[in-house]
Protein backbone atom coordinates (compact mmCIF):
# COMPACT_ATOMS: atom_id res chain seq x y z
CA UNK A 1 0.00 0.00 0.00
CA UNK A 2 1.18 3.62 -0.74
CA UNK A 3 1.89 5.37 0.72
CA UNK A 4 3.41 3.24 3.79
CA UNK A 5 0.63 3.46 6.64
CA UNK A 6 2.50 5.57 9.07
CA UNK A 7 1.67 8.10 5.98
CA UNK A 8 -1.69 7.62 5.74
CA UNK A 9 -4.83 9.05 7.54
CA UNK A 10 -8.05 7.41 8.19
CA UNK A 11 -9.13 10.38 10.18
CA UNK A 12 -12.03 11.41 8.48
CA UNK A 13 -12.29 14.85 10.22
CA UNK A 14 -8.97 15.48 9.01
CA UNK A 15 -9.34 14.94 5.67
CA UNK A 16 -12.92 17.38 5.88
CA UNK A 17 -10.71 20.28 7.61
CA UNK A 18 -8.28 19.99 4.55
CA UNK A 19 -11.24 20.22 2.19
CA UNK A 20 -11.83 23.66 4.12
CA UNK A 21 -8.97 25.15 4.18
CA UNK A 22 -7.69 24.38 0.89
CA UNK A 23 -11.12 24.06 -1.60
CA UNK A 24 -9.18 24.36 -4.45
CA UNK A 25 -10.22 20.80 -5.65
CA UNK A 26 -8.85 18.65 -8.44
CA UNK A 27 -11.61 17.35 -10.46
CA UNK A 28 -10.57 13.65 -12.24
CA UNK A 29 -12.46 11.89 -14.52
CA UNK A 30 -11.60 10.41 -17.77
CA UNK A 31 -13.69 9.23 -20.90
CA UNK A 32 -12.60 6.01 -23.80
CA UNK A 33 -9.16 5.91 -21.82
CA UNK A 34 -8.49 9.95 -21.67
CA UNK A 35 -7.94 11.51 -18.46
CA UNK A 36 -9.59 15.35 -18.03
CA UNK A 37 -8.59 17.59 -14.85
CA UNK A 38 -9.94 20.99 -13.52
CA UNK A 39 -8.71 22.78 -11.07
CA UNK A 40 -12.35 24.31 -8.80
CA UNK A 41 -13.71 25.10 -5.78
CA UNK A 42 -15.43 22.41 -4.17
CA UNK A 43 -17.33 22.86 -0.76
CA UNK A 44 -18.42 20.60 1.50
CA UNK A 45 -22.09 19.64 2.84
CA UNK A 46 -22.69 18.90 6.29
CA UNK A 47 -26.02 17.63 6.14
CA UNK A 48 -25.65 15.75 3.02
CA UNK A 49 -22.15 14.81 3.65
CA UNK A 50 -21.60 15.22 -0.22
CA UNK A 51 -18.79 17.39 -2.05
CA UNK A 52 -20.77 19.80 -4.06
CA UNK A 53 -19.21 22.12 -7.44
CA UNK A 54 -19.64 23.77 -10.53
CA UNK A 55 -18.20 23.82 -13.95
CA UNK A 56 -17.83 25.93 -17.14
CA UNK A 57 -20.66 23.74 -19.47
CA UNK A 58 -18.08 24.70 -22.62
CA UNK A 59 -15.37 23.08 -20.46
CA UNK A 60 -14.77 19.11 -22.40
CA UNK A 61 -14.74 17.42 -19.49
CA UNK A 62 -18.46 18.00 -19.14
CA UNK A 63 -18.57 14.94 -21.58
CA UNK A 64 -17.73 12.86 -19.02
CA UNK A 65 -20.11 14.29 -15.72
CA UNK A 66 -22.98 11.89 -15.87
CA UNK A 67 -24.97 10.46 -13.58
CA UNK A 68 -23.20 7.62 -11.01
CA UNK A 69 -19.98 8.70 -13.08
CA UNK A 70 -17.40 7.55 -10.82
CA UNK A 71 -14.84 10.76 -10.16
CA UNK A 72 -12.20 11.48 -8.19
CA UNK A 73 -11.19 14.96 -6.63
CA UNK A 74 -7.88 16.22 -5.21
CA UNK A 75 -7.27 18.17 -2.33
CA UNK A 76 -3.25 19.69 -1.75
CA UNK A 77 -2.61 20.98 1.64
CA UNK A 78 0.63 22.66 2.60
CA UNK A 79 3.82 21.14 1.04
CA UNK A 80 7.51 21.34 1.14
CA UNK A 81 11.15 19.70 0.59
CA UNK A 82 12.80 18.94 4.39
CA UNK A 83 16.36 19.33 4.21
CA UNK A 84 18.54 16.69 6.14
CA UNK A 85 19.76 19.58 7.91
CA UNK A 86 17.09 20.46 10.29
CA UNK A 87 17.37 16.82 11.55
CA UNK A 88 18.79 15.78 15.14
CA UNK A 89 19.65 12.38 13.31
CA UNK A 90 21.20 11.58 9.90
CA UNK A 91 18.44 11.14 7.00
CA UNK A 92 17.77 11.75 3.88
CA UNK A 93 16.52 14.61 2.02
CA UNK A 94 12.21 14.33 1.44
CA UNK A 95 9.68 15.77 0.84
CA UNK A 96 6.61 16.21 3.44
CA UNK A 97 2.80 17.24 1.83
CA UNK A 98 -0.84 16.96 2.90
CA UNK A 99 -3.13 15.42 0.35
CA UNK A 100 -6.56 14.27 0.46
CA UNK A 101 -8.25 12.01 -2.60
CA UNK A 102 -11.86 11.82 -2.55
CA UNK A 103 -13.31 9.42 -4.49
CA UNK A 104 -17.59 9.23 -5.60
CA UNK A 105 -20.64 8.69 -7.66
CA UNK A 106 -21.43 11.85 -9.55
CA UNK A 107 -24.83 13.73 -9.36
CA UNK A 108 -26.11 16.24 -11.82
CA UNK A 109 -27.68 19.04 -10.64
CA UNK A 110 -30.20 20.89 -12.70
CA UNK A 111 -33.00 22.39 -11.21
CA UNK A 112 -32.69 26.39 -11.60
CA UNK A 113 -33.22 27.16 -8.16
CA UNK A 114 -31.15 24.52 -6.94
CA UNK A 115 -27.90 25.53 -8.84
CA UNK A 116 -28.52 28.80 -7.54
CA UNK A 117 -29.00 27.79 -4.04
CA UNK A 118 -25.75 25.99 -4.63
CA UNK A 119 -24.11 29.17 -6.16
CA UNK A 120 -24.84 31.05 -2.63
CA UNK A 121 -23.61 28.61 -0.30
CA UNK A 122 -20.64 28.04 -2.15
CA UNK A 123 -20.58 32.23 -1.94
CA UNK A 124 -21.18 31.84 1.75
CA UNK A 125 -18.17 29.37 2.22
CA UNK A 126 -15.40 31.32 0.46
CA UNK A 127 -16.41 34.54 1.65
CA UNK A 128 -15.92 33.50 5.25
CA UNK A 129 -17.04 34.74 8.91
CA UNK A 130 -16.31 38.44 7.44
CA UNK A 131 -18.60 37.82 4.65
CA UNK A 132 -17.90 41.08 2.62
CA UNK A 133 -20.14 40.02 0.05
CA UNK A 134 -23.43 38.47 0.42
CA UNK A 135 -24.58 36.63 -2.64
CA UNK A 136 -28.80 36.61 -2.98
CA UNK A 137 -30.58 33.58 -4.38
CA UNK A 138 -32.58 36.23 -6.52
CA UNK A 139 -29.39 38.20 -7.88
CA UNK A 140 -30.37 38.90 -11.47
CA UNK A 141 -26.67 37.83 -12.56
CA UNK A 142 -27.13 34.51 -11.86
CA UNK A 143 -30.56 34.19 -13.98
CA UNK A 144 -28.00 34.84 -16.97
CA UNK A 145 -24.82 32.88 -15.70
CA UNK A 146 -27.30 29.43 -14.85
CA UNK A 147 -27.39 28.57 -18.87
CA UNK A 148 -23.78 28.59 -18.44
CA UNK A 149 -22.74 26.29 -15.50
CA UNK A 150 -23.34 22.76 -14.62
CA UNK A 151 -23.94 22.62 -10.85
CA UNK A 152 -23.27 18.87 -9.83
CA UNK A 153 -22.59 16.99 -6.03
CA UNK A 154 -20.55 13.84 -5.36
CA UNK A 155 -21.37 11.21 -2.89
CA UNK A 156 -18.26 10.28 -1.14
CA UNK A 157 -17.61 6.34 -1.60
CA UNK A 158 -13.67 6.73 -0.46
CA UNK A 159 -11.35 9.16 1.56
CA UNK A 160 -7.67 9.01 1.44
CA UNK A 161 -5.63 10.98 3.51
CA UNK A 162 -1.96 10.83 2.38
CA UNK A 163 -0.06 12.82 5.27
CA UNK A 164 3.42 12.54 5.06
CA UNK A 165 4.98 14.23 7.99
CA UNK A 166 7.98 12.78 9.23
CA UNK A 167 5.96 10.39 11.65
CA UNK A 168 8.46 7.69 11.33
CA UNK A 169 11.12 10.58 12.96
CA UNK A 170 12.18 10.77 16.54
CA UNK A 171 9.86 13.02 18.35
CA UNK A 172 12.09 15.82 18.18
CA UNK A 173 13.11 15.65 14.45
CA UNK A 174 8.71 15.31 13.67
CA UNK A 175 8.94 18.80 15.71
CA UNK A 176 11.64 19.88 13.47
CA UNK A 177 9.87 18.86 10.18
CA UNK A 178 6.74 20.52 11.38
CA UNK A 179 8.15 23.78 12.16
CA UNK A 180 10.06 23.72 8.60
CA UNK A 181 6.65 22.69 6.86
CA UNK A 182 4.98 26.08 8.79
CA UNK A 183 8.00 27.94 7.55
CA UNK A 184 8.18 27.42 4.26
CA UNK A 185 4.69 27.43 3.37
CA UNK A 186 4.66 30.81 3.40
CA UNK A 187 8.11 31.62 2.47
CA UNK A 188 8.43 34.02 -0.65
CA UNK A 189 4.74 33.74 -1.58
CA UNK A 190 4.39 37.43 -1.95
CA UNK A 191 7.41 37.53 -3.86
CA UNK A 192 6.22 34.91 -5.99
CA UNK A 193 2.85 36.63 -6.49
CA UNK A 194 4.62 39.83 -7.71
CA UNK A 195 6.61 38.32 -9.93
CA UNK A 196 4.09 36.35 -11.70
CA UNK A 197 2.01 39.31 -12.06
CA UNK A 198 4.72 41.37 -13.79
CA UNK A 199 5.13 38.54 -16.27
CA UNK A 200 1.27 38.98 -17.19
CA UNK A 201 1.69 42.62 -18.24
Not at 103 to 132: C, H, S, Y
Not at 171 to 198: C, G, H, P
Amino acid sequence: MYPPPHHQSHDIEKMISVLKHFPLGMLVTAKDGKPFVTHIPFIYNETSKKLVAHLDRSNPQMGTLKDGAEVTVVFKGPDTYISPSIYTTPQLPTWNYIIVHVTGKLQLINEPEAIKQTMVDMTKFLEGKERNFILKQDDPRMERLIDYIQAFEIEITNWEGKFKLSQDKNSQDFENAKEELKRNSQKDVSIFIEEIYKKMT
